[in-house]
């Protein structure tokens, strides 16, 4: 029921910057958390950053310094600034949005957007 619209994905070339963004639609009850995970080829989904509704940020130890994570509540959109990218940072970014509902918690994930960043 929950739509996540996920942009700003492309080709950058190392050092330079991206700027993703995802829209929460749909079943919109109480989000607690919204984040940005990351799958490269032939590795797990990781964690990149995480902002909760009290504002509270965390980020990967890779991407510290360099990503900033952002939401505006009005729009349920979240943000992640990549600056500095490096090839490494080449994966599908996923969106996700965490929900607090009568003491349940639920998830929801977008499609996936491609980030390559070349040398």
């Known amino acids: 029921q929950v739509q996540l619209v996920e942009s700003g994905g492309g080709l950058v070339q190392a050092g330079g910057s991206l700027r993703l963004s995802c829209a929460a639609s749909?079943?919109?009850?109480?989000?607690?958390?919204m984040g940005w995970y990351r799958q490269a080829p032939g590795k797990q989904r990781e964690l990149v950053a995480v902002?909760?509704?009290?504002?509270?940020?965390n980020y990967a130890d890779s991407v510290k310094g360099r990503f900033t994570i952002s939401r505006d509540s009005a729009k349920n959109t979240v943000y992640l600034q990549m600056n500095s990218l490096k090839p490494e940072d080449t994966a599908v970014y996923y969106c996700?949005?965490?929900?607090?509902?009568?003491?349940?918690?639920?998830?929801?994930w977008g499609q996936g957007t491609q980030v390559i960043v070349s040398s």
């Open positions: 902002v909760t509704s009290g504002d509270t940020t």
């Open positions: 996700n949005v965490q929900q607090l509902w009568i003491g349940r918690r639920y998830d929801d």
């Open positions: 749909g079943s919109i009850f109480s989000i607690n958390a």
